[in-house]
């Protein structure tokens, strides 16, 4: 879901500058950080 909402963002507003900040939440700490982890590796951040 935060690849989707930062790819919809992008379609919206291609051509204004973005620095965006999106927040993974899950009820443990240790899934949060790895769904975070696991979206930053597969968005090359």
Known sequence: IPQFVLEAVDLE????PKKMMIACTQPRRVA???VSR???EE???
Do not use: G, H, I, L
């Open 13 to 16: 507003t291609p051509d204004k």
């Open 32 to 34: 949060a950080m790895s």
């Open 38 to 40: 696991r979206v930053a």
């Open 43 to 45: 968005m090359d951040v």
